[in-house]
Nanobody, 127 residues
Framework: QVQLVESGGGLVQAGGSLRLSCATS????????MGWFRQAPGKEREFVTA????????YYAESVKGRFTISRDNAKNTVYLQMNSLKPEDTAVYYC????????????????????WGQGTQVTVSS
């Protein structure tokens, strides 16, 4: 059973940066595809980015491509989301997710693809 705990959210002005962390426990992290999702008020949870088990492959939603970077440190059991050039429309609760698997990251774009979720961390971008 994998446990996930996000941190690093907060309030930032448009154009600013934040780095989210997802600390994991209970599994061998390199065997899990890790994803970040977000959910704004009144909207469905949406895919942001994902990274393969060893970090060799990543995939981004078009809305964040070029601004966000996902990375992982399997030795520290932690996944990161560096968010730059933040926009008010990035405001949401951000969730870390994990799924054991060896397929390409493009097979893990939906919320139903993941079995394990964190509790979320709020990111608010002011204009």
């Amino acid at each position: 059973q994998v446990q996930l705990v996000e941190s690093g959210g907060g309030l930032v002005q448009a154009g600013g940066s934040l780095r989210l962390s997802c600390a994991t426990s209970g599994g061998t992290l390199s065997m899990y595809v890790m994803g970040w999702f977000r959910q704004a008020p009144g909207k469905e949870r949406e895919f942001v980015t994902a990274v393969s088990g060893r970090g060799r492959s990543t995939y981004y939603a078009e809305s964040v491509k070029g601004r966000f970077t996902i990375s992982r440190d399997n030795a520290k059991n932690t996944v990161y989301l560096q968010m730059n050039s933040l926009k008010p429309e990035d405001t949401a609760v951000y969730y870390c997710a994990a799924q054991r698997g060896l397929m390409g990251v493009r097979d893990y774009l939906g919320t139903h693809e993941y079995d394990y979720w964190g509790q979320g961390t709020q990111v608010t971008v002011s204009s």
